[in-house]
Structure formats: C-alpha cells, structure tokens
C-alpha cells in the first residue's frame, strides 16, 4: 500500500513526525503521501500545512478519521487524547501510529491494543529507543555469551519538568492529561529499555517523590527490578528544573565478565571492558553508526537522512505499511510497558510492596 497519512496534533512531538514523515518522502525514501494535518489550535495546523506545502487542515480530527483518502492516523496529542483518537481512528480501519504512552493507565492502553486487533489495522507505539542505534549496538553487543549472565543494570533518566524550556505547553503538570508524572510519562521508554536489554522482570519494587508540588505527578521514582536471569536492577527517574541540562540517560551493565556503559541514549560512544578484553574499549559513535547499519541493513543515505531518533520511527512504520507487513514496536509493546509502569504505581502506593510483574520481554 501507499500510506495517505493525517496527522493529528501540531505540537512538540507532532512537529519531528511531520518533519520525519515529510522529509522522507520528499527524499523518496518513504513511498507515501502526507494529506492532512489537524490540531485544535488553528494556526498550528495551518503552519504544519504551510511548511509542508499541503492543503488540508482542520481543528476537527473527526474529518481525518471519516475521510476516505486517509489511511494512515498519527496521534500526537497530549496522552489522554490518545485513547479516544486511536478507538475512533481503529473503527474506521485506519492504521495508526500513537505516541507513549498509549493511555493514562493499563485498562486504557489494553482498550486500545484490542481495537486495533479487532480492527484487523497496523499499529506502532512511539517507543522511539527501540530503533535507537546506540542501544541496538549495545544489545547486540551484550549478547555475546562469554559475558555470563547479567548481574545488575543501572539507568539514570533525568530531564527537567517538561512544561517550560523549548516545551510548548504545561499539561504536563496535570494528572487528568497523563496519569501520572516521570515515570509514564518519560520513563515508560526506559522500563521498556530495560525489559529490551536484560529480559523478563519477574518483580519490582518502587517508591515515588512530589518534589514541585503537582498533584499526583511524581518528579522523582525510583525502581528496584529483579530479573528472571537471577540479576537485579535499578531506576531512577527524575524531573529537576535545571533547565540548560539536556535530557539524558546513564546506563550502567555488569555482568559477570564485563562491564559497559552509555551516557546516550541515540548516537554516541559505548564503553566497555570484558575478561576478553582487559583494557577499557570504546565504540566511537562512527563505529556506532557503521555497526547499528549493518544491523538493520540500511544504506548510509538512508540513515544520513533519517538523523532524527523520531525520523527511524516513521522510517520503520511508513516502510513495514508500504511492505504490508506488521510495524515494529506495535501497540502489544506499548501494552507491556504498561504492565510495569502500572506494577511501579501499585508498588509506591502500597509504600514499596514487592509486586510480581510476570513480564516477558518483547
Ligand atoms: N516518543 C517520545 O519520545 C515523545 C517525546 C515527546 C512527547 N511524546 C508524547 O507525544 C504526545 C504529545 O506531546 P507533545 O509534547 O507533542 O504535546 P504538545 O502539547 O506540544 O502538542 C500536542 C498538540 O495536540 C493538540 N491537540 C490536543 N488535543 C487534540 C485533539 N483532540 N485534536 C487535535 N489536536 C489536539 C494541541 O493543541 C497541541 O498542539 C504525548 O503523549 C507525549 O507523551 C513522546
């Protein structure tokens, strides 16, 4: 199929979809075509349009989803937009990309995963890491087998509290939009991530913070993971207010005969140090580009066009519809994110209780 897409909401993240999806058709490198644009804020659908040099804008995201020419929905609003736009977007047999979170809470991220089974459409949720480069060297990397079993993983996120700096709203803030604070609504990448990298989570633990004050939206978590592999884990997830810091994540591995580590969480260098290999080694981020090509069997023009992390995403999404093939990661991850961002909210509400997860990794 050729992919007729609308996009639904002209914010922060609807602007690198926009740019993704427009640039990779431009440069022939999605076959498929960018229709329409809506966002409740006139003028910022029209700008998306302008910029794309497209005539179709609207303020009602119905006139997307009943259309006939679209087939293709990206929801890119704020979360609790989501649920609504992707049950609508699913009966109408649309196929659709959601970002993460795909709802407020569990119940809703699985209301949403069995419409679009029911509807027999295409699904992929933003988890955008799991087309990063760097973390897809990493994980192949690490499953060499002379490292032995993995021991422990440590990842710090920390970004400061997404409703000033270059953000463009403050919903943020509000736990009637996302159902909770920084671990829905920034870490639900990183239990992913985690899952991903070190496999089934058999039981976490977790307590979170209120450091600035909005209800129910936590800026601290902290969560304490035991993996089936016999190793244990660990979260912290932060929001601060230092705002000339740029979002960024430290992820430590052990395992019992290396160590390796990243401070990036798209492009950059791993470091890493085995029994094999005594002196410190470093995978420059060249090194990383070359390799994570190799992997997904890219050409360079495509990955050099494709800069942006939300770019790979459109790249994979657009690419499996034109393909007729099933998107990766669909709504069924995004699902299991869920799992364990709901077992972290039930286990700081019940004062860090052990809750067992029975996840299995994607
Ligand atoms: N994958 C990632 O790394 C990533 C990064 C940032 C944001 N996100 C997610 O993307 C979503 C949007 O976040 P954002 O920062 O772009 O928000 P935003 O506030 O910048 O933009 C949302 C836009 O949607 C519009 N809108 C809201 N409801 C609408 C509706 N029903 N119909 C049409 N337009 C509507 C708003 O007017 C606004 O312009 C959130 O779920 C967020 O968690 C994901």
């Not at 996009?7 to 999806?21: K, L, N, P, Y």
């Not at 497209?54 to 609790?80: F, Q």
């Not at 829905?184 to 990298?197: C, M, P, Q, R, T």
């Amino acid at each position: 199929m050729r992919p007729q897409i609308g996009i639904i909401g002209a914010g922060f993240i609807g602007r690198f979809h926009a740019r993704g999806v427009h640039g990779l058709i431009r440069l022939g490198l999605a076959d498929a075509d960018y229709v329409a644009v809506c966002d409740h804020v006139p003028e910022r659908a029209e700008s998306f349009a302008r910029i794309a040099g497209i005539g179709w804008h609207t303020t009602d995201p119905d006139e997307l989803i009943a259309s006939p020419t679209i087939d293709t929905i990206y929801i890119c609003t704020p979360t609790a937009e989501h649920k609504p736009l992707a049950l609508k977007a699913a009966a109408a047999g649309k196929h659709i990309f959601c970002e993460k979170p795909l709802a407020r809470n569990l119940a809703d991220a699985q209301e949403m995963y069995d419409a679009v089974r029911s509807a027999g459409v295409r699904h992929q949720v933003g988890l955008i890491l799991r087309h990063s480069p760097i973390f897809t060297v990493l994980k192949e990397l690490i499953s060499d087998p002379s490292l032995g079993r993995l021991m422990t993983a440590l990842l710090r996120d920390d970004q400061f509290f997404p409703i000033q700096g270059h953000y463009i709203s403050d919903w943020r803030k509000d736990i009637a939009v996302t159902g909770g604070g920084t671990l829905i609504e920034h870490s639900i990448h990183d239990l992913d991530l985690l899952a991903w990298l070190a496999g089934d989570i058999e039981s976490l633990r977790a307590e979170t913070r209120n450091f600035a004050g909005h209800e129910g939206v936590e800026d601290l978590a902290s969560v304490s993971l035991r993996f089936a592999n016999g190793g244990a884990g660990q979260l912290v997830s932060i929001w601060h207010n230092v705002l000339d810091r740029p979002s960024g994540r430290l992820l430590e591995l052990f395992f019992e005969n290396g160590y390796f580590t990243v401070q990036d969480d798209f492009f950059g260098t791993i470091r890493y140090q085995t029994g094999a290999t005594p002196e410190a080694v470093e995978v420059p981020e060249d090194e990383v580009r070359r390799r994570y090509l190799e992997i997904v069997g890219l050409e360079s023009d495509v990955f050099d066009s494709a800069l942006s992390k939300y770019s790979l995403a459109d790249y994979f999404f657009l690419r499996a519809l034109a393909e007729e093939r099933d998107p990766f990661p669909g709504f069924d991850v995004g699902l299991h994110a869920h799992e364990l961002v709901d077992a972290v909210y039930r286990s700081a509400a019940e004062g860090g209780e052990e809750i067992t997860t029975d996840f299995r990794a994607t």
